[in-house]
Structure formats: structure tokens, C-alpha cells
């Protein structure tokens, strides 16, 4: 049976389509979020619904009633009382500030001027906490049924005229009703340079701005083009300049100031992309030290990262770098089992070598994302595991009143598409770095 990628909404807004990539990453977030999260243009629910599962509090925003509607009668009585609905139009409409983790917008800017781009941004921004982040996806001049329009917009563009895919007469340039009959007659077609000139303006930190197509979801004709279609967006709140909070959870780097940082972990965290050589230069026997490695469960964080909610076991491959009897850096390597499965005999035949110089590094099959980093706080499982490893760390809380201070830092990798996982705790006991 073919999947029905694209629904019509019901209030002339379009279609609402299955998740891509940036709709993934927002339920992620709301898997992590510390405060409710909002969906807005939530349709039907494509982004809401997993969004609860996770558990976290929603806020799903219609101008639809009818869309609100199906998605309470869609959601369980033990999800209900996670789920809030509430009837507008984007930007108008207000929040508390500081009241969001993360705001979640798919095919919502096609309906708005410029005006209300920029005014929706600086809200949005207002209403994200530090840290919190914005996931937008959105149509962009690069549509067949409005081709007629491309010469339009690119003499636009050449112009320097800002946002310059607003189309006032949608069916002057459609050649096909069966589409432009669900739109309103005018639409806006956004491209990246806008999308990323708004929220910057707005005082966001953009992660991850590009255009794609039908890679991430069949595109009805009439909508397919050339790959460009589509454009997504991550952008987030940085923390203010003096922030000193406890950063008990996953962070990106882009919004964390160095200045809450440890002086002697700075460098370490925010400089080597190949942690073992940085580690070889302040290291007289540099070594791996393997504790583990076994197929066991994850932890929720973990599972949340690598979006495997229905196989929570993998592989988790723990160690020590550092000098042989003097480690610095607890390292966790985690992927669900098909990545194991299908990179077996790499992994198997590993051994003590570090796996970032030895299967990663300098491989054009490989991927990988920018960095998260937080502070291991007294409760962190992570730190539970540093503990029951680490010899070092015995005798240090032997003599010590207090949990030591223990930041890390991990990233995602893809290797040959398949996701893993490594995270790098720093041991208090590391030196100086040294470029």
C-alpha cells in the first residue's frame, strides 16, 4: 500500500505533510525539554502526537478548530492531561516569556508576510527558554506548479529585494488548480537567505540552515521540482553572557558561553575534533583502556539522541584514554544494534584502538554533528558509570567530600548511514591543553 505523504488541511492552508529530518529533531528535543514545547500550524498532529509519546507537555496551535479537534480525540486519557490546544494565528498571539524548551513550524510561513516572519521570530525568541530551539520547514520559491514565478523571484533576488518569494497572485503563475485551489491566492515562498537573515536579526544562533527535496518524503507533482523545494531551519536561543546554571543536561556548544566552563576544560571541550591526538600530546604512554563492551541498555538521553525509542538495548563499548595507569577521559561509544550489526566486524576486531582515528576520521562514509556538552552533575547516571570503572575515581571520592566537578561533551556520528553516539567525560585529574 502507498503511504499518503500529503493530506489536505481543512482550512485552505494547504496540505500537511509527513515528518522530515528538522520534525524529527523537534521530537527529540521535546523528548528532553524542561518545559512545555509548541507545534505550530499542528494540523493534524504529525508533529504533536510523537511529541507526546515522548512525554512532554505540547502545546498544539491551529487556526482550525476542526485540526484541534482531531487531535483530542486522537490522544489517550493518559496522555490528555500533556496535551494543551489552543486556536490562533501565528504571530498573533502571545506567551509567557521564557515559558517554551523548543517551537516546532511546518508550513507555516507560506502564509505569512515578511512582516509577520520577523515579528513571529523575535516572539518566538522571547518566548524560548536559554538554550531552547526553533525547527522550521518551509516551501520555497522552487515549486513546479508556480515555476512561472522563478524569473520573478530571481530578478527579485538580484535586486536585493527582502523577502522577495511573496507571490500577491498565486494563480496568475500556477498551472495547476488541483493545488492552488487549496491555498489562499496569496502565498509566500521563503528561501534560506531570509529565513536565516530573520532570526539572526531575531537574536538567534542558526545550527542548521538548507534547502532539500523528496529525499526526505515523496512530494506530490505538481510540488516536485529540482531538489530544492524545501527549506529547514534549527536555530537557537544562546544563554545570556553571565549565565551560571547548573547544566545538569545535553547543551549545544554554540549557546553555552566558555565563561560558566572550567578555565583548564575550555580548550578541551570546545577544541579537538580528534580527541586521541590532542590527548597523545600531554600523554607519556598514551593508552585505551577497554572496560566494557556488550550489548546492554541505553540510557534515555541516549535513545533519545539516536531515535531508537522501540529498541532501547545496543551495543555500548566503555573506556579510559589517557596514560596507562593515569586516565583522563572516560569515553562511551553507543549505537543501536543495527549499527553494530551492520559494522561488526570493524567494531569486533577494534580492540584497544581509539575509534574516532582508527574507523572515522578522514572517511568520506562518515558524518558527523556539531557538539552537545553539560556538567555531570551528583545524580548523572553517566557519572555512576565513571565511578564503576574508574580506580582513579574510587580513591578521589575516598578522600573527597563532594562528587568532583566532571564536565563532557559527545556528538553524533553516521557511519555509512548508520547512527552512533560517542560521548567523552573529562576526569579532573586532565592537564593543561596543548595545541
Known amino acids: 500500500m502507498k503511504v499518503q505523504t500529503a493530506i489536505s488541511t481543512q482550512n485552505k492552508r494547504g496540505f500537511t505533510y509527513t515528518l522530515t529530518s528538522f520534525g524529527k529533531a523537534f521530537i527529540n ?60 494565528r501565528f504571530p498573533h498571539f502571545d506567551m509567557e516569556s521564557e515559558s517554551l524548551s523548543a517551537v516546532y513550524m ?47 523571484y530571481e530578478e527579485r533576488r538580484r535586486q536585493g529585494v527582502r523577502w522577495a518569494g511573496y ?24 528561501d534560506a537567505d531570509d529565513l536565516t537573515w530573520a532570526f539572526e536579526k531575531a537574536g538567534f544562533v542558526i545550527r542548521e540552515v538548507r534547502y532539500f527535496g523528496e529525499e526526505e518524503g515523496e512530494l506530490p507533482s505538481g510540488i516536485r521540482m529540482d531538489g530544492r523545494e524545501r527549506v529547514g531551519l534549527v536555530a537557537v536561543k544562546p544563554f545570556a553572557r553571565g549565565y551560571r546554571g547548573e547544566l545538569g543536561h545535553w547543551e549545544s556548544i554554540a549557546t553555552v558561553p566558555a565563561d560558566i566552563v572550567p578555565p583548564i576544560l575550555r580548550e578541551w571541550l570546545y577544541k579537538p575534533f580528534i580527541l586521541s591526538h590532542a590527548l ?43 596514560n596507562v595507569e593515569d586516565p583522563l577521559v572516560y569515553a562511551r561509544v553507543t549505537m543501536p544494534e543495527t549499527t553494530y550489526r551492520a559494522c561488526q566486524e570493524a567494531l569486533d576486531t577494534l580492540g584497544n584502538r ?26 548523572d547516571e553517566l557519572l555512576f558509570d565513571v565511578l564503576v570503572h574508574s580506580h582513579f575515581y574510587k580513591a578521589v571520592i575516598e578522600k573527597s567530600s563532594r562528587v568532583p566537578e566532571l564536565w563532557a561533551r559527545r556528538s553524533i556520528f553516521h557511519l555509512y548511514g548508520h547512527p552512533l553516539l560517542i560521548t567523552e567525560v573529562f576526569l579532573c585529574n586532565i592537564p593543561d591543553y596543548r595545541d
Open 354 to 379: 581509539p575509534i574516532g582515528e582508527t574507523l572515522l576520521y578522514n572517511n568520506p562514509n562518515v558524518t558527523r554533528s556539531g557538539f552537545e556538552i553539560k556538567r555531570v552533575t551528583e545524580n
Open 167 to 190: 507571490i500577491d497572485d498565486v494563480a496568475h503563475y500556477s498551472h495547476d488548480p488541483a493545488i492552488y485551489s487549496h491555498l489562499p491566492n496569496q502565498i509566500h515562498h521563503v
Open 106 to 152: 511546518s508550513q507555516v510561513l507560506p502564509f505569512l508576510n515578511g512582516e509577520e516572519i520577523e515579528t513571529g521570530a523575535r516572539k518566538v525568541y522571547d518566548w524560548l527558554t536559554p538554550g531552547g530551539e526553533v525547527f522550521i520547514v518551509s516551501f520555497t520559491p522552487y515549486i513546479d506548479h508556480v515555476k512561472a514565478f522563478i524569473p520573478v
Open 280 to 322: 597523545k600530546r600531554v600523554c607519556s604512554n598514551f593508552a585505551v583502556s577497554i572496560s566494557d563492551q556488550s550489548i546492554k541498555p541505553m540510557y534515555a538521553d541516549e535513545v533519545s539522541a539516536l531515535q531508537c525509542y522501540t529498541c532501547p538495548d545496543g551495543y555500548v563499548r566503555e573506556t579510559y584514554l589517557g
Open 29 to 88: 528535543a521535546a523528548s528532553k525539554a524542561t518545559h512545555p514545547v509548541m507545534d505550530i500550524g499542528a494540523a493534524y498532529g504529525v508533529a504533536t502526537l510523537p511529541a507526546l509519546l515522548t512525554g512532554a507537555h505540547v502545546v498544539a496551535v491551529d487556526i482550525d478548530e476542526s485540526h484541534l479537534q482531531a487531535i483530542r480525540d486522537t490522544v489517550g486519557d493518559v496522555l490528555k492531561p500533556h496535551l494543551k490546544t489552543m486556536q490562533g
